[in-house]
């Protein structure tokens, strides 16, 4: 077994997690809440469950490719997981650099996976 990826895996299995239950009460939640026209509202409440399911994707096919016997075959998956992770965290600091008085650096902490 591959150490590395099992740690990759368990660290996206436990961001899943985060983004699902804290993500719910936290932006999903006061998002659908939101006076936002139906339109935009809804689009948004879908990728978030887009990312949702990125997430946990990504940690099933991490821990697919931790697996003895696997390494070969996904090892074009997991360097895809691995530049569209760096991808994400590159969006998110993006952001906080377009921002910069907001204070984002501490409240959009998902640039650091």
Known sequence: MNRILVSAALLAAFTA???I???????AGPLLASTLAAEPRLTLYAVW??????LVFSAIALGIGSLPGCAQG???LVLFISLL???FGLVFLA???????????????????
């Open 85 to 87: 992770w760096c991808a």
């Open 95 to 113: 952001i906080i650099v377009i921002h910069l008085g907001s204070g984002s650096l501490f409240t959009l902490p998902q640039w650091v996976l």
């Open 74 to 76: 996904t090892r074009a």
């Open 17 to 19: 997690a985060v983004h």
């Open 49 to 54: 469950h887009m990312g949702s399911v990125m």
């Open 21 to 27: 239950v804290a993500g719910g009460s936290d932006i």
